[in-house]
């Protein structure tokens, strides 16, 4: 009978990969991709981005955000004032 192989967690699997992609290619293989990626993918996304949607955009995008946090918050808020008036009417 053919042995099951042991799952491996999302992490373990990254660790694998890492680990042979450091075999293959060398410690240097990730300071190269790495300056590539900071010079090459942030300008370029960023740029291509206020090209297509317009500056105009970032505010939108930052306003949103602010007020998913802003909701978050409030949510959080009312979860523990809900929790603590449970608990206190339990303890009478």
Do not use: N, P
């Not at 505010?59 to 603590?84: D, H, N």
Request: glycine share 20%; net charge positive.
């Amino acid at each position: 009978m053919a042995e099951k192989k042991a799952e491996m967690t999302v992490r373990e699997a990254g660790h694998k990969g890492g680990s042979t992609t450091k075999q293959r290619y060398g410690e240097g293989f990730y300071e190269e991709i790495g300056k590539k990626g900071g010079k090459i993918g942030g300008k370029k996304g960023g740029t291509t981005t206020k090209e297509r949607y317009g500056e105009g955009f970032y505010e939108e995008i930052g306003r949103k955000g602010g007020q998913k946090v802003r909701e978050l918050i409030e949510r959080g808020k009312a979860a523990a004032e809900t929790s603590t008036s449970r608990s206190t009417s339990r303890k009478k």
